[in-house]
């Protein structure tokens, strides 16, 4: 039988794990697979339906329901509503940029799902072009402005992202050019801003040297031409394939690092440690093997051309995480150690004796407790691959525009075709959704 003096500490530490363990959230990979599938195959009414669903309960989520609740509104022929939900998240995570001490300090013990999102950084450069083509697909009055805040955003994250030693492990991110490339063909249609769509157009070249318009767009705005006299421009937008998201993963080197360190201080410590049993989870970007790479174009049946990648979304999401991946890691390390330093501590206040059965208890607690767990999952999962362009000249009126996702120069699904006004000297935009053979959702022509 234990001592009295034990029974007050034992209960304190035995609630303290339960409450601990009870706190931890499931992953949020567990709604998007759903979310993900309806989506990406058009089944929008069933997807809007599960999403306004979670957002009775958001909790910590609500950002990311609307971000969800935005890619079917824009699908679904509602920009206007896609672009106000956007702003609402674009503010929230600019206010979430402040740490919360609070919020930090008790993810510490539970896990980073206790946390709010802020969202990836890419997901909040990624969030301003989505507002520049909603706006765009509607009126188009503050899309200029949107196309700045890309790149404007992009700056900042890069610039804050220097540590007390003056280490930025954000330089290396590779920056995104879609803003840039936007800013560019809407100085191009003022028909006198031509200096500043040359140097947008020679940002999007160094950003996306593999963009094989890029040069010819320099050349372009360098001589300060937009179009041909009874022309109009029509820019084909596309978003090609199911973009990136996040599972969880067991890091098993770290686990073992510190099943190592904790036996040794259970050696020649005081007190015993749980053993390190659960592994160390951390969230892991996925990027899907998507079978279409571009868009074949065509205009009143003749062939324009393929759509190029002017932003590879899967490519941008795995280079950044992989360089803010050690941060990650090291959050989850110390979470663990924070733990187990609890369970020392608590044996240590309670004076608990080795091989008694509080001991046993405790480090039975201290496992269950760090097995419970869950890597952050939460990301922006309704994203597209990559954000692919075509500009072509065409007289003014009235031209069918025909669709047709393929693999390099093999077509592959059927050819969608839509009706869209080309105005004499003016811009038109054209959005499509492939997230794989067929488009899905509404294709959409600025007004």
């Not at 070249?205 to 029509?234: I, M, N, Y």
Request: glycine share 8%.
């Amino acid at each position: 039988m234990q001592p009295a003096r034990q029974l007050g500490p034992s209960l304190w530490l035995a609630a303290t794990l339960t409450a601990c363990a009870l706190s931890g959230c499931s992953t949020y990979v567990d709604h998007l697979q759903f979310e993900r599938s309806e989506y990406f195959t058009g089944q929008f009414d069933a997807a809007d339906k599960r999403v306004t669903s979670a957002m009775r309960f958001p909790g910590k989520n609500a950002d990311m329901y609307k971000l969800e609740k935005a890619m079917i509104q824009l699908q679904t022929g509602h920009p206007a509503e896609a672009e106000q939900s956007l702003r609402q998240v674009r503010d929230s995570l600019d206010h979430l940029e402040q740490v919360s001490l609070s919020e930090n300090a008790f993810s510490y013990l539970t896990d980073d799902t206790y946390r709010s999102y802020a969202g990836e950084d890419y997901e909040k450069v990624l969030l301003r072009a989505f507002l520049a083509i909603s706006n765009l697909m509607h009126d188009g009055s503050d899309a200029a402005a949107y196309s700045l805040q890309v790149t404007e955003k992009q700056e900042q994250i890069i610039q804050a992202g220097a540590d007390k030693d003056g280490e930025n492990v954000k330089l290396a991110y590779k920056r995104v050019a879609f803003g840039s490339y936007l800013t560019a063909a809407m100085a191009e249609a003022t028909h006198q801003n031509f200096d500043d769509a040359t140097r947008n157009m020679v940002r999007v070249c160094s950003w996306e040297p593999s963009f094989t318009p890029g040069k010819f767009d320099l050349q372009r705005a360098t001589t300060g031409h937009h179009s041909a006299p009874g022309d109009g421009v029509l820019y084909v937008f596309t978003l090609v394939g199911e973009g990136p998201y996040k599972i969880e993963s067991e890091e098993i080197p770290s686990t073992v690092a510190l099943l190592v360190a904790d036996r040794i201080i259970t050696a020649i410590g005081k007190h015993s440690l749980p053993p390190t049993i659960a592994p160390i989870k951390v969230p892991k970007v996925v990027v899907p093997v998507n079978t279409v790479s571009t868009v074949m174009v065509s205009a009143d049946q003749r062939p324009q051309g393929y759509t190029a990648t002017i932003t590879d979304v899967g490519q941008l999401a795995t280079q950044q995480y992989d360089a803010i991946f050690p941060q990650v890691m090291a959050r989850a390390v110390v979470r663990r150690v924070v733990k187990k330093g609890v369970i020392y501590g608590a044996k240590e206040v309670g004076g608990v004796e080795n091989h008694s059965l509080v001991n046993l208890a405790a480090d039975v607690g201290g496992v269950i407790w760090e097995a419970s767990e869950s890597a952050d999952t939460r990301c922006w999962g309704l994203l597209p691959n990559q954000i692919q362009v075509m500009r072509i000249e065409l007289p003014a009126g009235t031209h069918d525009i025909g669709l047709r996702s393929s693999n390099g120069t093999i077509a592959l699904g059927s050819e969608e075709h839509t009706s869209v006004e080309i105005h004499n000297g003016v811009n038109t935009y054209l959005l499509a959704n492939f997230p794989g053979r067929q488009a899905v959702g509404k294709i959409q022509a600025s007004k």
